[in-house]
């Protein structure tokens, strides 16, 4: 089993950028595929972009392709998303969440995810 925690989250002006990060403990990600999804208020739950620890596979959402990317640190357990050219549409609480799987898709339901983390806001405004 693993636990995650997201850090990082906080308040950007449009154009702005911020880092992410996903904490593991409890199991190496190595056995798992990792997202990030996002959730706006009245919206549902949105994959952004995921990854594949083991085999460095990525995948983004169409929405921040060119503005975010995600990545690992195998040592710390971790895993980023750095984002970049921040939109008001970004606005959002930011979950990591993880799933014993090979590989990754950005438009993944998150019911396939096990391992949800407690979720970091960040908010872009002017």
């Known amino acids: 089993q693993v636990q995650l925690v997201e850090s990082g989250g906080g308040s950007v002006q449009p154009g702005g950028s911020l880092r992410l990060s996903c904490a593991a403990s409890?199991?190496?990600?190595?056995?798992?595929?990792v997202a990030w999804f996002r959730q706006a208020p009245g919206k549902e739950r949105e994959g952004v972009s995921c990854?594949?620890?083991?085999?460095?596979?990525?995948a983004y959402t169409d929405s921040v392709k060119g503005r975010f990317t995600i990545s690992q640190d195998n040592a710390k357990n971790t895993v980023y998303l750095q984002m970049g050219s921040l939109e008001s549409t970004d606005t959002a609480v930011y979950f990591c969440?993880?799933?014993?799987?090979?590989?990754?898709?950005?438009?993944?339901?998150?019911?396939?995810?096990?391992?949800w983390g407690q979720g970091t806001q960040v908010t872009v405004s002017s």
């Open positions: 409890g199991s190496t990600l190595d056995y798992y595929s």
């Open positions: 969440a993880a799933a014993p799987l090979p590989y990754c898709q950005a438009d993944l339901p998150a019911s396939l995810y096990d391992y």
């Open positions: 990854i594949v620890p083991s085999s460095g596979r990525q």
